[in-house]
Nanobody, 126 residues
Framework: QVQLVESGGGLVQAGGSLRLSCEAS????????MGWFRQAPGKEREFVAG????????DYTDSVKGRFTISRDNDKNTLYLQMNSLKPEDTSVYYC???????????????????WGQGTQVTVSS
């Protein structure tokens, strides 16, 4: 069992920055591939970024490459998403997720992830 709690969302102007955090408890955090997803109203939940348990490998969806950075601190059981140069189209509820099957590498599909946080709202105004 893994419990995930996101924080750090809010309202920001276009071009601004936010840092999301996801605190994990339960099953050993450092063994899990972790990911960030987002879901805008009326749209499917989409992969944003993922990171291996060691932090050595990361993956991003094309629309956030060069602007977002995923990282983790296994000593603090915390996952981060640094978001810079935010755009109105980044407005969504952002979710962190844990994948227990590390044989998948950094999975980009929603169904590969086993545990989810409750989400945090990010709103970018133009």
């Amino acid at each position: 069992q893994v419990q995930l709690v996101e924080s750090g969302g809010g309202l920001v102007q276009a071009g601004g920055s936010l840092r999301l955090s996801c605190e994990a408890s339960g099953r050993t955090f450092s063994r899990n591939v972790m990911g960030w997803f987002r879901q805008a109203p009326g749209k499917e939940r989409e992969f944003v970024a993922g990171i291996t348990y060691s932090g050595a490998s990361t993956d991003y969806t094309d629309s956030v490459k060069g602007r977002f950075t995923i990282s983790r601190d296994n000593d603090k059981n915390t996952l981060y998403l640094q978001m810079n140069s935010l755009k109105p189209e980044d407005t969504s509820v952002y979710y962190c997720a844990a994948c227990l099957n590390d044989a998948l590498g950094i999975a980009t599909t929603r169904s590969a992830y086993d545990y989810w946080g409750q989400g945090t709202q990010v709103t970018v105004s133009s």
